[in-house]
């Protein structure tokens, strides 16, 4: 089967690969569609992502496709259904899956990270993993799952209330999926802050009530003039210590400011501990998708979130080594690749 494997720091070539085995608990789906992540961009520039990896490796974790085989003890699926994953597999018996914090498992397997994933023709999957397409998700759609169950997360540690004032930085795909993740939770002001034009727009089609360029325009005081003089939450969507720094600057008193954006390994921010302690902040961050990967598909599927505006291009493998070597294509929009184009 044609495939992604990653050797080492930007050096991914697409091959022929073995078939996966399928065990007998497993099923081997046929990819229709597998998001382009942060995570992988990471790792393609040699850094650590959310879990080790050693090349060569498949990449890809955020995927969707037709189950084509099952094997002998599988008793949930069968041939024909369409599917995507949760990629993080917990063991369920070491210490923190038994205290209910199973992200944190000492066992865990990650699919397109410790083991391969699904920038590949077809990847064999534990049925645990597995969840069945709403009848109204595309291929497409089911692929955006993993990072709404991760946005998920982050959302139900922000904690946001009905009314609540709540600040985006960065409008990619994570940001905009916060965006309405805010909106439904009841906020009753959002504000993004982005400086491509396009995204912005986009983030007024999803519900922002002010979108704001930090790089040409005055954000605290296009805040005031919004009304936002309170903020009580700031999403750090972009992954820099700049914006981090910019998020707790922009924090209202008592506010949560969640780090949502992956940085570098060894980037460290500069916090003023007094201005932490004069407004009472809380500085948080989300790790992975834990317990939410069915209520990001039944949400995708009730058509209550647009997970479709940010996709940019759908594209085949080929396309991929580029893709995660230029951040300049990266800044027009979320890719998905289609091992079949």
């Known amino acids: 089967m044609r495939s992604a494997v990653f050797y080492g ?4 070539r697409i091959e022929d690969h073995e078939m996966p085995k399928v065990g007998p608990k497993d099923v081997l789906i046929q990819v229709k ?33 037709v189950i084509t085989e099952v094997g002998s003890e599988v008793q949930h699926y069968q041939v024909g259904d369409r599917v995507c994953i949760d990629p993080n597999c917990y063991c369920g ?17 990650g699919y397109g990270t410790t083991v391969n994933g699904g920038f590949a023709e077809y990847c064999a999957v534990d049925e645990r993993q597995v969840y069945k397409l709403g009848e109204h998700t595309t291929f497409e759609q089911g692929a955006m799952t993993e990072p709404v169950a991760c946005c ?19 409008g990619g795909m994570i ?13 009753a002001k959002i504000a993004l802050l982005e400086p491509v034009e396009s995204k912005r727009e986009v983030a007024k089609k999803l519900g922002a009530d002010v979108c704001i360029d930090p790089i040409h325009e005055d954000v605290k005081a296009c805040l005031k003039e919004a009304g936002m003089t309170w903020v009580n939450t700031v999403i750090e969507c972009v992954g820099r210590p700049s914006t981090i720094e910019q998020a707790i600057d922009i924090a209202g008193n008592k506010a949560v400011v969640m780090m949502f954006g992956l940085t570098k390994p060894d980037e460290t921010i500069s916090v003023k501990p007094f201005e932490i302690f004069r407004k009472e902040l809380e500085l948080k961050a989300s790790y992975i998708n834990p317990y939410t990967q069915k209520r990001a598909l039944d949400l995708i599927d009730s058509g209550r979130l647009d997970v479709s505006s940010m996709v940019y291009e759908i594209c085949g493998l080929d396309r991929l080594a580029d893709i995660l070597g230029k951040p300049e294509l990266r800044a027009k929009g979320k890719y998905i690749i289609s091992p079949e184009k």
Do not use: N, W
């Open 93 to 109: 018996a070491c210490d923190p899956c038994r205290k209910g914090v199973a992200h944190y498992c000492e066992h865990m397997i």
């Open 33 to 65: 569609a597998c998001g382009v992540c942060g995570t992988d961009v990471h790792i393609y520039e040699g850094d650590k992502g959310a879990a080790e990896v050693t090349p060569p490796t498949i990449l890809g974790h955020e995927f969707s496709g």
């Open 9 to 12: 720091k930007h050096d991914l």
């Open 175 to 187: 940001g905009l999926l916060q965006l309405q993740l805010a909106r439904l939770a009841g906020a």
């Open 152 to 170: 998920l997360h982050g959302m139900d540690m922000c904690e946001i209330q009905p009314g609540h004032q709540v600040v985006i930085i960065g």
